[in-house]
């Protein structure tokens, strides 16, 4: 059938087996099965096309131009749609089971169930498309709606909207090399790997099963407060600086303490006497004065004083009895 021109086509069945529909121009076309098995259909040109099932099984259509296609059912089985241009697709089932659909271009496509089994659909353009499900190797809308976006052993290759609001993202053991949106709403992202070069801002928590950040740093975190928080590098310095302290007295005490018992005992039969020592410990350094006074001979009492190369000082006194 090369020419087939009308204002209006009703058929039950149009069918190409074995042969070639050249042209197929009509105002509307409505019937119950279009089917290419195993010919070819050139052209087929309307304003409304409308049909229960829409199929290419083993055979060809190569352009199927119309301003709105309604079908329950449009497949590529084992065949190949090579292009469908409409400004409105609304169909249950968009299916290419092992088959190839080379171009989709529509203003809006609107479908329950969108499929690329074992085949491939090259591309697929649109303002707006509206899905439960959508398998696909490369998307490209302005709008992208759908509850479910799963690529569970296949590869998105792109994921690109200028609106994307996306309920849950799942990517099971497949692969989403790019998802690019200028704004994007997922509400639950589960991937194996995320590699972000960008900025990531969440107003929520952010919970991470292993907590790794391979060669990277966590920057901009604010100090911790309860005790469960993580403390920022900031909290850090401060308690190395207190330890650091801590340290330095410490060994300033210790010096201070060699130094005083640096100083020689009072001699037998002397009253009274005064001396001096200096001490060392863990690079601080510490000097000392002490007077002793002997009240009887079973009796004296022992005052000390000494001072750090840092400022801080300590003292001492003792007494002793003997008999």
Do not use: C, H
Request: charged share 5%.
């Amino acid at each position: 059938m090369n020419t087939l021109s009308a204002t209006d086509v009703s058929t039950t069945n149009l069918t190409a087996n074995s042969g070639t529909i050249n042209t197929l121009s009509a105002t509307d076309v409505s019937t119950t099965n279009l089917t290419a098995n195993s010919g070819t259909i050139n052209t087929l040109s309307a304003t409304d096309v409308s049909t229960t099932n829409l199929t290419a099984n083993s055979g060809t259509i190569n352009t199927l131009s119309a301003t709105n296609v309604s079908t329950t059912n449009l497949s590529a089985s084992n065949g190949t749609i090579n292009t469908l241009s409409a400004t409105d697709v609304s169909t249950t089932n968009l299916t290419a089971s092992r088959a190839t659909i080379n171009t989709i271009s529509a203003t809006n496509v609107s479908t329950t169930n969108l499929s690329a089994a074992s085949a491939t659909i090259n591309a697929l353009t649109a303002n707006t498309v509206a899905a439960t499900t959508v398998n696909a190797s490369t998307v490209n809308a302005s709008t992208v709606n759908a509850t479910t976006v799963n690529a569970n052993t296949g590869n998105f290759q792109t994921l690109t909207a200028a609106n994307g609001n996306i309920t849950v993202l799942n990517t099971q053991t497949g692969n989403i090399t790019t998802i690019n949106a200028v704004t994007g709403n997922v509400t639950t992202l589960n991937a194996g790997t995320v590699n972000v070069t960008g900025n990531v801002t969440a107003g929520g928590s952010i919970t991470a099963g292993n907590g790794m950040v391979a060669n990277g740093r966590v920057q901009n975190v604010a100090p911790g407060i309860l005790p469960t928080d993580a403390a920022n590098m900031s909290q850090l310095n401060q308690v190395r600086s207190e330890v650091q302290d801590m340290r330095k007295t410490s060994s300033t005490g210790a010096a201070i303490a060699l130094a005083a018992a640096s100083v020689p005992a009072l001699e037998a039969g002397k009253s009274f006497g005064i001396g001096v020592g200096v001490g060392s410990y863990d690079g601080r350094s510490a000097v000392a004065a002490a007077a002793s006074f002997r009240l009887s001979e079973s009796a004296q009492i022992k005052v000390n004083f000494g001072s750090g190369n840092n400022g801080k000082v300590g003292g001492g006194i003792g007494a002793s009895w003997s008999w």
